[in-house]
């Protein structure tokens, strides 16, 4: 087998971990917000509930994650007559979201703590609510600073995606295993895939940073 060949599998197994990282760094942004805002929120059950989860997912190892939800929470479910089977795909991009969403949440909830006091008080000042002063006030001034450390964990999520193929979801690295089974010839396969997710890497840094230009931009818009 030539090694020109190798691309074509190789080229589907990317497709996939584009997939998984482009949903999973979506969602896990979704839930970085929500999280980090609950912990900082004057609910005490939002706050509860928003810390129990991140240290939860920030304290546990992501393949434990990963295969508790793709093995044992449907083995979980049987006994309570409860269906909780989930696809490889599916249990894939949950188990990437909600932990780099609990990494996320820290980060949401330092940039929204770093906000000045004053500028709380000059809000309270102006008879906004909580959740004006948040949204009017902290968020705009918070999202800027959260999008290095938000590039960051996108490109760890990238690198993340590799533990997928260990329930059995044809991705980039489960693709590189079979061809590495197949033909015996590691070294070029694997030179092969390192530079695919590098390039990868490339790419999605190029776009972080183009978000975070962006969110610069609007920033100096609104001031």
């Known amino acids: 087998m030539e090694w020109t060949e190798y691309f074509a599998p190789l080229m589907r197994g990317a497709w996939v971990t584009i997939q998984l990282t482009v949903w999973s760094t979506i969602f896990g942004a979704m839930l970085s917000f929500a999280a980090g805002i609950g912990k900082v929120s004057g609910n005490g059950f939002a706050r509860w509930i928003s810390v129990v989860y991140i240290e939860i997912f920030r304290g546990t190892s992501l393949l434990v994650q990963l295969f508790w939800l793709f093995f044992a929470l449907p083995v979980a479910g049987q006994a309570i007559g409860v269906d909780l089977r989930m696809s490889p795909v599916v249990a894939g991009v949950l188990a990437l979201s909600l932990n780099i969403g609990a990494y996320g ?18 809000a309270k000042a102006l008879n906004f609510t909580p959740r004006q002063a948040l949204w009017r006030i902290a968020l705009p001034q918070a999202i800027p600073e959260m999008m290095p450390t938000f590039g960051n964990l996108a490109v760890q999520n990238l690198k993340d995606t590799a533990l997928v193929s260990l329930i059995t979801l044809q991705d980039l690295a489960f693709r590189a295993e079979q061809l590495r089974n197949f033909t015996q010839d590691s070294t070029t396969i694997f030179t092969i895939v390192l530079f695919m997710y590098f390039g990868m890497a490339l790419v999605l840094t190029a776009i972080m940073k183009l978000l975070e230009r ?7 818009a609104r001031a």
């Not at 949440?105 to 000059?122: L, T």
């Open 105 to 122: 949440a820290e980060v949401v909830r330092g940039a929204i703590q770093s906000v000045s006091h004053d500028q709380y008080e000059a």
């Open 214 to 220: 962006s969110v610069g931009r609007w920033k100096t």
